[in-house]
């Protein structure tokens, strides 16, 4: 009786282990991935890398803006030296090439194109160029940021042509 046991239980066994490598052939595990697979994952890198470099050309401009408004406050306060430096503390210079070394090492200029910023002397006396007499001025950078808060209120197509934001600082 034992034998017939053994038997039927042999039998079972083997039947479980046919029924088993049935089911593990069934569900094989697949190397590598689907073209569509791939296709989707590289249209999502696509995706996040184009809105990345979007906000880091985005983050640049505000920087350069945030340059160039320093930088006209570096200027202002070069033009406040040199104005007390004359007769009565009373003129402004006619001319921003006037306040290197002495007042500013160096005037600055624009980040991105490094051409001068916008520096127009008012004149007390139409001569204000000549004589350097002049009793106010405006000072005006071209920003590339569109939406800036403390740009100006008017374009200003003729300090900034083709990009007409710009931030204009005048004395206090």
Do not use: W
Not at 4 to 32: E, P, Q
Request: with cysteine.
């Amino acid at each position: 009786m034992n034998s017939a046991k053994c038997k039927v239980h042999s039998d079972k066994s083997k039947n479980l282990t046919s029924h088993f490598s049935l089911i593990t052939s069934h569900f094989k595990v697949k190397r590598g991935f689907t073209l569509i697979e791939l296709l989707i994952v590289i249209s999502i890198l696509g995706i996040l890398v184009s809105l990345t470099l979007v906000s880091y050309g985005s983050a640049q401009e505000r920087g350069r803006d945030s340059k160039r408004k320093t930088d006209l406050d570096a200027i202002k306060k070069a033009l406040e030296l040199a104005k007390n430096d004359t007769a009565g503390a009373y003129y402004y210079s006619n001319t921003l090439a006037t306040l290197g070394p002495t007042y500013i090492a160096k005037v600055p200029t624009d980040p991105k194109t490094a051409a001068s910023y916008v520096y127009n002397a008012t004149p007390d006396s139409p001569d204000c160029t000549a004589t350097a007499t002049c009793t106010s001025y405006t000072l005006t950078a071209c920003l590339e940021n569109r939406s800036d808060s403390q740009k100006d209120a008017v374009e200003n197509e003729t300090a900034c042509p083709g990009t007409p934001v710009s931030y204009t600082i005048t004395p206090n």
